[in-house]
């Protein structure tokens, strides 16, 4: 009676083993994370800017700041994010969105004609300790957001100057400024 419990237990064992889901090697242990010709950086924060002094009618202006572990922005006497401190990488957007509290729900694209959903320019910032001076132009990239229960999901591509390609994932709540 032992041998057969003992049996049937490594059984249910061998089972429950060989129905485990295999993990994928090529997922990443975050899910948020940004691509940069090919290399993997997690993805620690992002930020929002408004400026309603740069806003037109339907098309608020907001910054989107996205940045990876290892780097830290820096507060100004204006109250605004105006320098980073650590190494690492932030995503730069300036982008109009439909509602000044928050990224609008849409596919933001690149597009030099002001109106809701689009891209005015873009950037790939690299911070080498501390250094801000180097940015990369991104001529082509698009994002989509997704608002909901107070946090943002947003994934996008793109190419930067040196035509690299960069595709990022986040979801999170985002900082809010506001330019006075």
């Known amino acids: 009676m032992k041998t057969k419990h003992i049996l049937a237990s490594l059984g249910i064992l061998l089972m429950l083993i060989s129905?485990?889901?295999e993990e994928d090697p090529t997922e990443s242990p975050n899910p948020w994370?940004?691509?940069y010709d090919g290399v993997?950086?997690?993805l620690k924060s992002g930020a929002l800017i408004h400026y309603p002094s740069f806003s037109h009618s339907g098309a608020?202006?907001?910054d989107l700041l996205?940045?990876?572990k290892g780097v830290d922005l820096i507060i100004g006497s204006e109250?605004?994010?105006n320098d980073a401190s650590g190494n690492g990488?932030?995503?730069y957007f300036e982008c109009y969105s439909a509602d000044s509290a928050y990224l609008s729900d849409g596919t933001y694209t690149l597009d030099t004609n002001i109106r809701a959903l689009s891209i005015a320019t873009?950037?790939?910032n690299p911070v080498v300790n501390g250094n801000t001076d180097l940015w990369f132009e991104v001529p082509s990239t698009q994002f989509e957001v997704i608002y909901k229960d107070g946090e943002f999901q947003i994934i996008g591509s793109g190419k930067d100057e040196a035509n690299l390609n960069f595709d990022f994932k986040y979801k999170g709540e985002l900082d809010w400024y506001q330019e006075s």
């Open 66 to 68: 996205l940045y990876t």
């Open 122 to 124: 873009a950037a790939i």
């Open 33 to 35: 994370v940004f691509t």
């Open 60 to 62: 608020e202006n907001v």
């Open 40 to 42: 993997e950086h997690d």
């Open 79 to 81: 109250g605004l994010p």
């Open 19 to 21: 129905c485990r889901k």
């Open 89 to 91: 990488y932030i995503l």
